[in-house]
């Protein structure tokens, strides 16, 4: 089982649509949650942040997070062409961050 | 200077080669790491340093061998590389305190091609 899974797309939505990106992870004791953003060419980008179970908004991304069910996702509101990126889901337990393989995602 | 900045951009050596990665940061954190990312594979963490101290060292060959001088510079000395090696080399730094946020900045990475 791998530690963090992601679909890996590539998820195609319409300009202004809701993008949503989901995640699992298997180590119980992972402590922070984070998404990524990655152009092409480029290097990771940090989006957003999570900590404790519920939701966090910020601007047009909203993370969720679900320790029970060992689940993390991202929804992205009012999809732009600018959103089309790998989005790389990492969870971490002190020095280790851990992250999956990343989900292309191509806003049209 | 801002941010992690990784030195050089590119990089190209034969298999018998000896070069080095620099990583600098200028964010005041005291946590530097090395992650490898190799095409249609997750990010692979290598190597983790705290206040100059060495505390992850995720299974990696001894080809590659990490020094951190300080909480600022960051260096991967290469040597005997495989073409399998190649891969997209980044440098990342975080601030890590009691309740730390684990928050990593990256570098714009390292391409290196081993021929």
């Known amino acids: 089982q791998k530690e963090v899974e992601q679909n890996s797309g590539p998820l195609s939505v319409p300009e202004g649509a809701i993008a949503s990106l989901n995640c699992t992870y298997s180590?119980?004791?992972?402590?922070?949650f984070f998404w990524y953003r990655q152009y092409s060419g480029k290097s990771p980008e940090l989006i957003m942040s999570?900590?404790?179970?519920g939701d966090k908004e910020d601007g047009r991304f909203t993370a969720q997070l679900n320790k029970a069910s060992q689940y993390v996702s991202l929804l992205i509101r009012d999809s732009q062409p600018s959103d089309s990126a790998t989005y790389l889901c990492?969870?971490?337990?002190?020095?280790?961050?851990?992250f999956g393989a990343g989900t292309r995602l191509f806003v049209k | 200077e801002t941010g992690v900045t990784q030195t050089p951009r590119h990089l190209v050596m034969g298999m018998t080669n000896k070069k080095s990665l620099k990583c600098e940061q200028h964010?005041?954190?005291?946590?530097m790491y090395w992650y490898k990312q190799s095409a249609k594979k997750p990010l692979e963490l290598m190597f983790v340093?705290?206040?100059?101290?060495?505390?992850e060292n995720n299974s990696v060959p001894s080809r590659f061998s990490p020094e951190c001088p300080n909480s600022s510079h960051l260096f991967l000395h290469l040597h005997t590389l495989q073409p399998e090696d190649s891969a997209l080399y980044l440098c990342?730094?975080?601030?890590?305190?009691?309740?730390?946020?684990?928050?990593?900045?990256f570098g714009e990475g390292s391409r290196l091609t081993v021929l």
């Open positions: 999570i900590y404790s179970n």
């Open positions: 990492a969870v971490n337990r002190g020095f280790k961050t851990i």
């Open positions: 180590d119980r004791g992972s402590q922070s």
């Open positions: 964010l005041g954190h005291n946590a």
């Open positions: 990342a730094s975080s601030q890590v305190a009691a309740g730390g946020k684990w928050e990593l900045f």
């Open positions: 340093y705290s206040l100059e101290e060495r505390v």
